[in-house]
């Protein structure tokens, strides 16, 4: 039996949803017959997909932080292995937008477990030094860059991400709950990146930035706002 393929998306709070609407729209026009589903606690029925409600003893945001910290992405991504039906998965930012064939980043899980985006084009560790942010702490980035040996490695976006199902992917998605816990920042992308390095049969590859395209260009697949115009709040 051929693998099940198919995008999941979080939506909490309006804002987001307004997001995720359209994204569903071009990712139904670009790649017909591919199912989406939601995990969220707002309403998407009358968009024609499915949701998986949220747990709700698993709070997801913190009112004690700036506008645009709030919502606690480190409390879902992490758990969203376990919360998605297909065996291959696309997790996509409500605030992207699908220009094209999503069919060959599926594909590349025949070689490996774990596709994961660039933050941005030769956007390393090192880049963000000094770069203060009320969502990335200074200090989880200095032991991110102590445990992976270099500030050289380039810095990972999960607003894209491809998984496939298997015992690496679960242990890694568990470590990452654990590695974002640590610090339990706004930003849950250095957790991610410590995870993969504690399961060493892990298969992962960076996409190009053609797959997470912070602005529209020549040939990009899937187009990426970071969060503009999206409060992350109810």
């Given at each position: ?6 995008v ?75 919360m ?92 990452w709950?654990?590695e ?44 990426h ?10």
């Amino acid at each position: 039996m051929a693998d099940t393929c198919g995008v999941t998306y979080p939506v909490f709070g309006r804002q987001a949803q307004a997001a995720c609407v359209k994204s569903l729209a071009s990712l139904r026009a670009a790649n017909p017959g591919l199912e989406a589903i939601v995990v969220g606690d707002t309403p998407m029925r009358k968009y024609g997909v499915q949701r998986l409600h949220w747990p709700r003893d698993i709070p997801v945001f913190n009112s004690t932080k700036p506008k645009r910290y709030q919502f606690l992405s480190g409390a879902v991504k992490p758990r969203l292995y376990g919360m998605s039906p297909f065996d291959r998965t696309l997790y996509l930012d409500a605030d992207t937008i699908v220009h094209g064939d999503l069919t060959p980043g599926f594909a590349m899980l025949d070689e490996v477990d774990l596709l994961v985006a660039p933050h941005g084009p030769g956007h390393t560790l090192d880049f963000y030094r000094g770069k203060g942010s009320p969502g990335r702490g200074k200090d989880e980035l200095e032991t991110t860059i102590r445990e992976f040996k270099s500030g050289g490695d380039l810095y990972w976006n999960t607003g894209v991400l491809f998984w496939r199902r298997c015992p690496a992917v679960e242990a890694v998605f568990a470590l990452w709950l654990e590695e974002w816990q640590r610090y339990g920042a706004w930003d849950e992308q250095l957790a991610l990146m410590r995870a993969t390095r504690r399961v060493p049969e892990l298969r992962v590859r960076i996409l190009s930035t053609q797959w997470n395209a912070k602005r529209p260009t020549p040939g990009m697949v899937i187009e990426h706002q970071y969060g503009k115009g999206i409060a992350w709040k109810r």
